[in-house]
Nanobody, 115 residues
Framework: QVQLVQSGGGLVQPGGSLRLSCVASGFRFSVYAMGWYRQTPGKQREWLASIGPGGSTNYATSVKGRFTISRDNAKNMVYLQMNSLKPDDTGVYYC?????????WGQGTQVTVSS
């Protein structure tokens, strides 16, 4: 059974930092790309970042330079370090991955950036 279980998130002030974590099981994590998406109210789900099996990364323009995606293949973990957070970063964040980047989805984690 495939599972992506997320942790982290919460409420943070503008300019603050948060780290999201995602542990994968039920598929060959180490050979597939993993990613993070975000759903904000009134908008389509947005791709934020992805990381290949070997660690190559790509970022959306909206988060480049502020967010960092990383992975630990030994632990089947993927992370999203979010710095310099803005109110526009508020939303539900999803861990994704598998044979295609959108094959499997985590349960979603709320991130709220507000003073």
């Amino acid at each position: 059974q495939v599972q992506l279980v997320q942790s982290g998130g919460g409420l943070v002030q503008p300019g603050g930092s948060l780290r999201l974590s995602c542990v994968a099981s039920g598929f060959r994590f180490s050979v597939y790309a993993m990613g993070w998406y975000r759903q904000t109210p009134g908008k389509q789900r947005e791709w934020l970042a992805s990381i290949g099996p070997g660690g190559s990364t790509n970022y959306a323009t909206s988060v480049k330079g502020r967010f960092t995606i990383s992975r630990d293949n030994a632990k089947n973990m993927v992370y999203l370090q979010m710095n310099s957070l803005k109110p526009d970063d508020t939303g539900v964040y999803y861990c994704t991955g598998g044979a295609s980047l959108r094959a499997y989805w985590g349960q979603g984690t709320q991130v709220t950036v507000s003073s």
